[in-house]
Structures are given as structure tokens and as C-alpha cells.
């Protein structure tokens, strides 16, 4: 979230309760639901000296902070059972928080010891985070995407330069991953790019870095919504590698991917709490980063063509349909890259 929708927040302070106030805390110590008249609310604690929300964001003293992971992580065994009855209410957006907040801090510590590394070539940029939010007359909502007909999930290969204009707290991040950047900025970049530049089921984005992926996206969509046009269908981009480079184009190499393999493998999470009706890869010859993120992964030509055309994906314990084929990037005629995606679409519709 940028700092600016921060400041247009109402703010709220934790306060202790005795124990019978207190409802329900997450797994590990990382969140509270605080029982209000109006319902549950949920507040993080991800970092000494910070704890942040959808509904709260304030500053906390290391003490407390000390004091309510220790108190929090010795509930009994009963207690946590209850986070299961609650987790299925969470909002995406705050699912998508809990699972990267599960592997940030060990995530941080591996980018930021490459970024530090004066024999690293290549520095890492900032992890490939997605947001559900967007903003609508001062609030957060996700309707554009929880009550939309058709949820589309399309990957690329991976995002470099991924970087935004300011931390939640005002901390200016730099072109290679800064651990002082917080989690919640680093959504909010997707967040802000969303807003910006995706409209109406496509991207009006035109620049460089990005403008030969939303090319393609923007045609498949386009095919999609004319062969459903009863149909309200939501697109969220994703890429298959969360970590790119801080500068220039291409695999991130072995050192930033090996980082990512040991401590930030939450690709599969990600489809599991979106639970798109439609999974596409626009990854062309990364079929093995596929199967990184699940072992096993299968891949069938569609009548027609070749498995390196176009394949349909069989992903382990995702009963979804899921499709690959080439980048945009790559070097196909127009014609023959249109051909590809109605074939794609004409095997999901039929």
C-alpha cells in the first residue's frame, strides 16, 4: 500500500484485553482478530516496531511486540484449531499477506546477502508480490475480482526492475531488493500498476518493460471476453519467477532463482487462494520453472500442434485448466500467435 492511501486511512491503536477478549490468533504469532461490535478485524505483526492490516495500520513498541509473539505462540493445541473456522473468511488479499509473510523474513535475509554481495553480477529486484485490492472512493475492495463470472490467471516468465515509488513508512526503495522495504509496499506496487494501467479486462500499459507481455495478454483477453461476452471475467497477472533482476532483461541466473527455490516457492499458494477458473502460462520454454512449482507437472500438444506450441498443463492436485505457450516476446507471426490462443480457448469453452 502506498503511504499516501495510508494517510487517507482512518487509524486505529492495539490495545491489551484480558484474555477473553481476544478471539483468535493466527498460526506462528503473526495475526490477531480483535472482536468488535462491527465484526472481526485482523492485524499483522510482521516486523519489531510495526504491525499492519486492511483495517489498522499503527506503530507498536518492540516490547510489545516481544510480548505478544511470545504470548501468542504458546496457545494450546485447541486454540489454533480455530484459525481454520476463520482463515476461510479472510479476504484474498489478506491469505495472500499470510502466505508471504510466512517466508519473508528468511526470503529477505537470502536477497539481501546477494544484493550486499560485491561479486554478485546480477542483483535481485524486489519478489513479484500480487495484490487483489483496488481502491474505490477512499476503500479497499476486491469485487472486481471475487464476484466476477470468470477468474483468468495469466504468467509470464518473470518481472525485472520490479521496484516502486516509496515504502508504507516513507523509506525510498532502490532498484536492488532493500530488506528495509517492507512486504506491505512491495504488494503495493502490483497494487498501484493494477490501478494504473488495467482497465476493462486489459492493460493500457505501453512501455517498454512490460508492453510485448500486456500485448499478448491484452489478445487473448480480448478473444476470451468476445467468445463469453455474458460473461464478467477478472484477469490477475502473475509471473512463474517471483524474484527478477535489478537491471536488464532475461533469466535472473542461478544465484537469485536458487534463493527463490529455497525460500520462496509460493507460486502453488498463490493459485490456491485465488482459485482462477483459467490458468494460463505465457512462458514459452520455462515448462522446467513450471515444474518447480509442481512436481510432476504434465504436458499434451493440443491436436494440431506441437508440445512446444501449444500444451495443455496437468499441474498435481490442480483440478483447474491450465494452458502454455509461447512468450509474446517470441518470434511468431501474428496470425500463427492468434491461431494459438483461439486454440486454446476453443479447447476451455468447448
Known amino acids: 500500500m502506498s503511504r499516501t492511501k495510508q494517510l ?19 498460526a506462528d504469532g503473526c495475526a490477531i482478530y480483535l472482536h468488535q ?23 507498536v513498541t518492540d516490547k510489545l511486540y516481544a510480548f505478544l509473539y511470545v504470548y501468542f505462540s504458546s496457545l494450546s493445541p485447541a486454540c489454533r484449531e480455530l484459525t481454520g473456522t476463520f482463515d476461510d473468511c479472510m479476504k484474498l488479499n489478506e491469505q495472500l499477506e499470510t502466505l ?7 526470503t529477505c535475509s537470502a536477497l539481501q546477502g546477494i544484493a550486499d554481495n560485491g561479486q554478485a553480477v546480477v542483483k535481485p529486484a524486489y519478489p513479484f508480490l500480487l495484490s487483489t485490492v483496488r481502491w474505490e472512493n477512499g476503500m479497499a475492495n476486491e469485487n472486481w475480482y471475487t464476484e466476477a463470472d470468470m477468474k483468468v490467471l495469466v504468467f509470464g516468465k518473470e518481472t525485472n526492475t520490479w521496484v516502486g515509488d516509496a515504502d508504507d513508512f516513507g523509506v525510498p526503495p532502490s532498484p536492488v531488493f532493500s530488506s528495509k522495504v517492507s512486504l506491505g509496499a512491495v504488494m503495493g506496487i502490483y497494487e498501484n500498476f493494477y490501478a494504473t494501467y488495467y482497465h476493462h479486462g486489459g492493460f493500457s500499459y505501453n512501455g517498454t518493460r512490460y508492453g510485448t507481455f500486456h500485448y499478448g495478454f491484452n489478445q487473448f483477453a480480448s478473444l476470451l471476453n468476445a467468445r463469453c461476452p455474458d460473461k464478467k471475467i477478472a484477469y490477475l497477472w502473475n509471473n512463474i519467477v517471483k524474484v527478477g533482476k535489478a537491471d536488464g532483461s532475461g533469466f535472473c541466473g542461478t544465484e537469485i532463482y536458487e534463493a527463490q527455490k529455497r525460500c520462496f516457492m509460493v507460486v502453488g499458494g498463490e493459485v490456491e487462494i485465488l482459485k482462477p477458473d483459467l490458468i494460463l502460462f505465457l512462458t514459452g520454454d520455462y515448462d522446467n520453472r513450471i515444474i518447480d512449482c509442481w512436481n510432476g507437472a504434465q504436458f499434451e500438444a493440443l491436436p494440431s500442434f506441437t508440445v512446444n506450441d501449444v500444451a495443455q498443463v496437468k499441474l498435481p492436485g490442480i483440478s483447474v485448466p491450465a494452458y502454455r505457450t509461447q512468450h509474446p516476446s517470441a518470434r511468431v507471426l501474428k496470425e500463427e ?3 494459438r490462443l483461439e486454440a486454446i480457448i476453443n479447447d476451455f469453452c468447448k
Open 8 to 26: 487517507e486511512r482512518l487509524m486505529g491503536c492495539i490495545i491489551y484485553v484480558p484474555i477473553k477478549s481476544w478471539r483468535l490468533c493466527h
Open 37 to 59: 461490535r462491527v465484526g472481526f478485524q485482523r492485524c499483522s505483526f510482521r516486523q519489531s516496531g510495526q504491525s499492519e492490516s486492511l483495517s489498522i495500520v499503527e506503530r
Open 100 to 106: 508471504y509473510a510466512s517466508r519473508w523474513k528468511e
Open 337 to 339: 500467435r492468434d491461431k
